[in-house]
């Protein structure tokens, strides 16, 4: 028998940098700026993609159906206090929760509660559409506070970390897969919008990320490798103010031009040189049983899809995977995180960005520190609103031609936990194919009967429980985990846990199980003494 060159191992080797080794401070910089850029062209570009009248599912982190009733002024404020509570929520996770390189910002998971409350009958009768939208963020705020508290029980009562111990690489591995899988509706579809602008820079990311990442004009710094992001970026938005200030796009349709142009986003005029956030700027809360519970089912979403993304991180990181405390604690943390989004008043609740994770893995850097520091950019910027504003014009085809190198490059992250797992048994290959399909098939099916007026595959006469099963139904990653997980543990379980991979993962379930848990997930100031 041939000889195994390849044998499975639970750190990658190929990054420069791994979770607590720190890059020089002047790459530390533009690495945690690049971050800043990437996560922003989700914040702020998108609620743009309703205006172009796309799927709900594919619209923006739960701002959409609010440019029916904002002014220019709340959508630059909402965006900015997005942008701050992010990155305050980004810099808690990577201090005191999981503790990982990963940036917290807006989900996609709360869309559809956010649609229910909006189209509300009590708050559709509201006439004055200003007060509407007003009236929305105050319930949209209430239920978020409401939510988080699920959120926060299952983290800190380490309930999740308990359920975490029917993980086996074999479970989680169609579930970090789908967390990329899933957005594939954000990449190429998108890209398409405007393919002059998304194609070049598709192909410039590939070419200087892989094809020249060894050239290095500048020392013995590869910035081709180390900041695809913002030579691309810079780049094709240079390009595309050219096609804009040409007149290319004057005579097009608007869907074109919201998709192209680079002066269509108005936020620079509407921003505010300087704000502040601070929480209940929209008044006083409301709260609402349904809503609450409608509001529930995404943070249940976002807890799974959270969990793949920590697990991908914590392996692009060059780190163990997350024992079952750690993994409790940021859940916790995370659950925080979506109070402090209620409190403030975001329109939306918090999840690992999984495009951010997918940057460690292009850019060969894991490093805890550039992603605090991209924390403070997010912080500063939102609070100059001018100076973020700028990066508003930005067109998002240029993010979606990102999207599909990252979203695909979380997903292989997944695919490569079944190198602990016997490939070669049927019934790991059943599980696998299953979990796959189904987790990319059954949120297709649910997406085919969804509509801007809140009506899924489930449409009973209660809108909260509608949303409930639509938002769950939806998900890539969590029917991935339902399918997956049920089937590692009911089919055939004492005799393949072997083959299913847990003697690769049975020590990470506890923080004393491995000797490096302690180097890469202890709290600072010695805060362990006390948790």
Known sequence: MAEIIHPPMDQLQDLEYCIDSNPPWAETILLAFQNYILMLGTSVNMPLIEEMKLDLVLSSLCLLNFTVYWELGDKARVIQTLLFVAGINTLLQALFGARLPAIVGGSFAYIIPIAYIINDSSLQ??????????????????????ASSMQIILGYSQVWGLFSRFFS?????????????????????????????????????????????????????????????????????????????????????????????TDRANLISTAPWFMF????????????????????????????ESTGAYKA??????????????????????????????????????TVSVENVGLLGLSRVGSRRVVQLSAAFMIFFSILGKFGAVFASIPFPIFAALYCVLFGLVASVGLSFLQFTNMNCMRNLIIT???????????????????????????????????????????????????????????EVEKSKKDR????????????????????????????RFY
Request: proline share 7%; aromatic share 12%.
């Open 313 to 350: 991180a914590s392996r692009l990181a060059i780190a163990t995977p997350p024992p079952a405390y750690v993994l409790s604690r940021g859940i916790g943390w995370q659950g925080i995180g979506i109070l402090l989004d209620g409190l403030f008043g975001t329109g939306t609740g918090s």
């Open 169 to 261: 690489p074999l479970g989680m591995a169609p579930v970090v897969a789908l967390v990329g899988l899933g957005l594939f509706q954000r990449g190429f579809p998108l890209l398409g919008n405007c393919v002059e602008i998304g194609l070049p820079m598709l192909l410039l990311v590939i070419g200087l990320s892989q094809y020249l990442k060894h050239v290095r004009p500048i020392r013995d710094v590869p910035i081709f490798e180390r900041f695809p992001v913002l030579i691309c970026v810079a780049i094709i938005w240079i390009y595309s103010l050219i096609l804009t200030a040409s007149g290319a796009y004057r005579d097009k349709p608007n869907a074109t031009q919201l998709s192209c142009r």
């Open 433 to 491: 194919g299953l979990s796959l399909f189904l987790g990319i098939s059954i949120p297709q099916f649910f997406n085919e009967y969804w509509n801007l007026k809140h009506r899924g595959l489930v449409h009973t006469n209660a809108g909260w429980f509608n949303a409930f099963l639509n938002t769950v139904f939806l998900s890539p990653a969590t029917v991935g985990l339902i399918v997956a997980v049920f089937l590692d543990n009911t089919l």
């Open 277 to 304: 956030p601070y929480p209940l700027q929209w008044g006083p809360p409301t709260f609402s049983a349904g809503h609450s519970f409608a509001m529930m089912s995404a943070v249940l979403v976002s807890m799974v």
């Open 125 to 146: 009768q509201i006439s004055n559409r200003h007060e509407r939208f007003i009236q929305t963020m105050r319930a949209i705020q209430g239920a978020l506070i409401v």
């Open 501 to 528: 991979g847990m003697p690769w993962w049975v020590k990470f379930r506890t923080f004393r199980g491995d000797n490096r848990n302690e180097e890469f997930y202890t709290l600072p100031f010695n805060l362990n």
